[in-house]
């Protein structure tokens, strides 16, 4: 007979885009074939199957973790050809908030609005992607243009994690691992990972493990608040670094030189402040292309900034 799981292990984990990245809704709108999930407040969200997603797919590709170890952590669906009827995940994920520019997360409805709050409106300006469809051939399909709406990079978010398990075994260790993924450079949200959207970097941790069979750790347990943008006290900084000696994958970082002039166009003109200024006095005309570039969020003390719009070279380029 297997032990109880008795033991809760519990992360508050904070992550910040280091590209744009979109979790599709599903949906498209007036301006865009595809629009993010969002929250109460229309705010970019992340739902917890994602993340679970994520987590399971590259907890099963590592080559130490065995077929049982991840339908064991994960859970299975039952099968008509066995007898057995299936087990539940025995990870929880919540839904990861937004931070706003003083790196609090979003949690709750604001029947405010978003207010004056840049990192919040930058969120909102939603930047367009184009793609094309590519047929059989390698080639662009016939009526195969489509784009997407993406969230600019530099947001923030966090959600929790806990885990249903026991004090023997490996399920510490599997949480542990699972704590590293999220900070590793393979690791990616969301839609066109291939096309350079969705990586994370692992901002910060907030840990604890707690036995349920302890009456004063059932206690914190139980305690601990649903809120994410509540103080969790009971949960302490976690400082574990990933395991580096087993990637999943290697990583090939390119520098480029440009040696020429080079344009990568956008469907929007735009002017520096200067060339504005020209054009608004007629002895300019305003360009019909420019590069396309893309504002982030930054942050500094513990607050976020609006960066300037910065170019950028398209991955399909």
Request: proline fraction near 7%; charge should be negative; include cysteine.
């Amino acid at each position: 007979m297997s032990e109880l799981p008795m033991m809760r292990y519990v992360a508050r984990v904070t992550i910040e885009s280091k590209t744009p990245f979109l979790v599709g809704s599903g949906r498209g709108s007036e301006i865009t074939d595809m629009m993010p999930v969002v929250d109460a407040n229309g705010l970019p969200a992340i739902p917890g199957t994602s993340i679970a997603g994520v987590l399971r797919h590259g907890f099963a590709a590592h080559p130490g973790h065995s077929d049982g170890a991840t339908r064991d952590l994960f859970g299975f669906a039952s099968r008509k050809d066995s007898k057995d009827e299936g087990r539940g995940s025995k990870l929880w994920v919540s839904w990861a908030h937004i931070h706003d520019q003083s790196d609090t997360p979003v949690d709750g409805f604001r029947p405010e609005g978003i207010g004056d709050d840049p990192v919040l409106q930058n969120a909102l300006a939603l930047s367009v992607r184009d793609h094309v469809r590519i047929n059989h051939r390698g080639a662009a399909a016939d009526r195969g243009k489509f784009d997407q709406a993406v969230i600019p990079a530099g947001h923030r978010f966090t959600f929790d994690m806990i885990l249903e398990g026991s004090a023997s075994g490996d399920d510490e260790a599997h949480f542990d691992w699972l704590l590293g993924y999220l900070a590793s450079p393979s690791m990616r949200i969301g839609g066109s990972g291939k096309r350079g959207l969705g990586a994370f970097d692992r901002n910060r941790v907030l840990y604890g493990a707690f036995d349920l069979t302890q009456t004063d750790q059932a206690l914190r347990f139980a305690g601990l608040p649903v809120r994410l943008d509540a103080p969790a006290p009971e949960l302490v900084p976690y400082n574990l670094q990933p395991d580096e000696q087993t990637p999943l994958s290697r990583t090939l970082e390119l520098e480029l030189q440009a040696e020429d002039y080079w344009v990568f166009c956008g469907e929007e003109a735009w002017l520096t402040e200067k060339e504005q200024s020209a054009t608004d006095a007629g002895s300019q005309k305003t360009p019909d292309f420019n590069p396309v570039r893309e504002e982030r969020v930054v942050w500094r003390d513990g607050r976020g900034h609006v960066a300037p719009p910065a170019m950028y070279i398209p991955g399909s380029a």
